[in-house]
Each structure stands twice: as structure tokens, then as C-alpha cells.
């Protein structure tokens, strides 16, 4: 298994989870994946193209948090 196969099956776990834990766990996630990847905060064209399955994953997680009720 990959770790983008690791990095997909925790989002599908994570999913399982209630609000708030789920949109903390899918900001930890980011995390990770920014740090295993080195994905840089700023958009960019090059490593996007380099990386689109791994962008792809960081999209879907992306918008998969909830911010309703932030302040």
C-alpha cells in the first residue's frame, strides 16, 4: 500500500466521524500530507502538474471540512 493509499483510507475513516472531531481530523490531515509532500501553501502550477492524484486527495479533503458555526 502507498502512502496516498494511507493518506485516502484515513479521509474515508475520518469521514465516519461526528462535527467537530471530523473537520479537526481532516486539518491534521492536510497537515500531514503537506508535510509528506511538501505541498506548497501557495498555489502552484508545476507541482500540480507533477502531482495531480495527490492534489486531487488534498482537494477532496480541502473541501470536505465544515467551518458552519465558526466564529
Do not use: C, W
Not at 502507498?2 to 485516502?8: G, I, V
Not at 474515508?12 to 481530523?25: F, G, K, S
Not at 502538474?49 to 488534498?58: E, G, V
Amino acid at each position: 500500500m502507498t502512502e496516498l493509499q494511507r493518506f485516502q483510507n484515513r479521509y474515508l475513516d475520518i469521514l465516519q466521524a461526528e462535527e467537530p472531531t471530523r473537520t479537526n481530523r481532516l486539518n491534521n490531515l492536510l497537515d500531514d500530507m503537506q508535510a509528506m509532500y511538501r505541498i506548497p501553501l501557495l498555489r502552484n502550477t508545476e507541482f500540480e502538474q507533477k502531482n495531480p492524484r495527490i492534489m486531487h486527495l488534498f482537494r477532496i479533503v480541502s473541501k470536505s471540512r465544515n467551518f458552519e458555526g465558526v466564529k
